[in-house]
Nanobody
Framework: VRLVESGGGLVQPGGSLRLSCTASGLAVASYAVNWWRQAPGKEREGVSCIDKGDGKTYYSDSLKDRFTASRDNAKNVVFLQMNNLKPDDTAVYLC????????????WGQGTQVTVSS
């Protein structure tokens, strides 16, 4: 099983990025896929989860108005659309897969760096 995040980079405040979590060895439709982020000196923070099956989404309260998770079952990819980015969004963003959104993640990617700066 492998999860690979991509789409990170440097963006100005107010900009947008779309992150991808591409899976191999598992079907994203059959797993709950979480997005997390970790900023330097801070604890890892849960960003969103897209549940297995019906794809119901859950978000951190502080991010739900700007971030949107989605899934392409045919391509076996989970996306995180991030809009109106702020400097505080700077972090490494990681995806994980597990049997439930309530579980911390059995499979993990390596992360992609997002830097929001002018």
């Amino acid at each position: 099983v492998r999860l690979v995040e991509s789409g990170g980079g440097l963006v100005q405040p107010g900009g947008s990025l779309r992150l991808s979590c591409t899976a191999s060895g598992l079907a994203v439709a059959s797993y709950a896929v979480n997005w997390w982020r970790q900023a330097p000196g801070k604890e890892r923070e849960g960003v969103s989860c897209i549940d297995k099956g019906d794809g119901k989404t859950y978000y951190s309260d502080s991010l739900k108005d700007r971030f949107t998770a989605s899934r392409d079952n045919a391509k076996n990819v989970v996306f995180l659309q991030m809009n109106n980015l702020k400097p505080d969004d700077t972090a490494v963003y990681l995806c994980s897969a597990d049997s439930s959104c309530l579980r911390p993640g059995h499979y993990w990617g390596q992360g992609t760096q997002v830097t929001v700066s002018s």
